[in-house]
């Protein structure tokens, strides 16, 4: 019995080496291949993660222009405003300037009318007068001889 066992055992370790040996190569192969692509993902994925990277901080080189850009727009808007009201105000003071300016001179136009009336009823007053006294006078006939 011992040595049919023996004769299995040898029959059955060369079957084995015969089928499993080889396959067991193959897998080994294919192992090393697959290692060798791990490896070369690896890579791509460090090289994809340093590009993530480099890109990030670009985005946030211009995240930090744009903010930079804003704020100075923000800081000249505001400054044209400032300069806006200031030239509001200043016109707005001419403008009330000119307005009392203008009604102290109607008021001086308006006293030297009403003056001028006074003065025109006066002359149209003398004028009736000159002219009862030239008819007074021309009743009398000395204009005539004057």
Same mark, same amino acid.
């Given at each position: ?10 029959? /059955?370790?060369? %079957? ?17 291949? /697959?290692?060798?692509?791990?490896? /070369? ?25 744009? !903010? ?34 203008? !009604? ?7 006293m030297r009318i009403d003056s /001028? ?8 007053q003398l004028r009736e007068r ?7 006078? %021309? ?5 005539? %001889? %004057?």
């Open positions: 019995m011992g040595l049919i066992f023996m004769s299995v055992y040898d029959d /059955l370790r060369k %079957a084995l080496g015969e089928i499993v040996t080889p396959q067991l190569k193959d897998l080994q192969g294919e192992i090393k291949d /697959l290692q060798g692509e791990i490896k /070369l993902l690896q890579g791509e994925v460090k090289s994809l993660h340093s590009e993530i990277k480099r890109l990030d901080e670009k985005i946030d080189s211009l995240r930090n222009e744009m !903010e930079i850009g804003f704020k100075r727009t923000d800081e000249k808007i505001d400054s044209l405003r400032n300069e806006m009201e200031i030239g509001f105000k200043r016109s707005d003071e001419r403008v009330d300037s000119l307005h009392h300016e203008m !009604e102290i001179e109607f008021k001086r136009v308006d /001028l009336g006074g003065k025109i009823e006066d002359a149209i000159l002219a009862t006294l030239e008819g007074r006078l %021309a009743g009398e006939g000395r204009l005539a %001889a %004057a």
